[in-house]
């Protein structure tokens, strides 16, 4: 075997290596981009999103949310979406059907979808993408708003522990 065609073997085997660990690299990035965190309120998880939301990445976050919660006891996910600024939109002209389409898939498995965070900026792309069934989806400004609704919902007030 020539020195040169080691060399590219070498080169093919080190390739190999690289996509093995972007792929390891991506799974990772998934993960840690939406995170499923409990709540305080029984029966609920905070899913936190950051990062770019290309429609591949919204889909797979759609599809985390529901694998995590089938077969759990869960009744209400809270959807962060606070850290997301306009920048982080691939497709701003859907972004509106983004958020449709995660309410209807979570809620078709009989999960309530609160979604918290929207920022005017995000609020007027929403309206500007068209997306008539906005108006059946539960918005809240904050995560502490989305909870004391839901604490309401259950009948549950904060008590503090005594000394």
């Known amino acids: 075997m020539t020195s040169e065609s080691q060399e590219i073997k070498q080169l093919k085997q080190e390739i190999k290596e690289l996509k093995e660990q972007l792929v390891q690299s991506e799974q990772l990035i998934m993960e840690i ?6 709540s305080i309120i029984p029966e609920t998880i905070l899913i936190p999103i950051t990062g770019r939301l290309s429609p591949e990445r919204f889909q797979r976050i759609i599809t985390k949310i529901l694998d995590v919660s089938y077969g759990e006891d869960i009744n209400t ?9 306009e920048k982080e ?29 929207f920022t ?3 609020t007027q792309i929403m309206i500007n993408s068209g997306v008539r069934e ?3 989806i539960k918005t809240f400004l904050t995560f502490r708003t989305a909870l004391q609704y839901l604490m309401k919902e259950k009948d549950m007030e904060f008590q503090k522990a005594n000394q």
């Not at 996910?77 to 600024?85: G, N, P």
């Not at 497709?91 to 918290?116: C, H, P, Q, R, S």
Request: glycine share 12%; net charge negative; charged share 10%.
């Open 120 to 122: 005017p900026s995000l």
């Open 77 to 85: 996910i809270i959807v962060d979406f606070s850290a997301i600024s």
């Open 33 to 38: 981009s939406a995170p499923i965190i409990p």
């Open 89 to 117: 939109i691939g497709e701003i002209d859907i972004f509106g059907t983004y958020i449709d389409n995660m309410a209807k898939a979570i809620g078709l498995m009989g999960i309530e979808t609160l979604f918290v965070g």
């Open 134 to 136: 906005l108006q059946g």
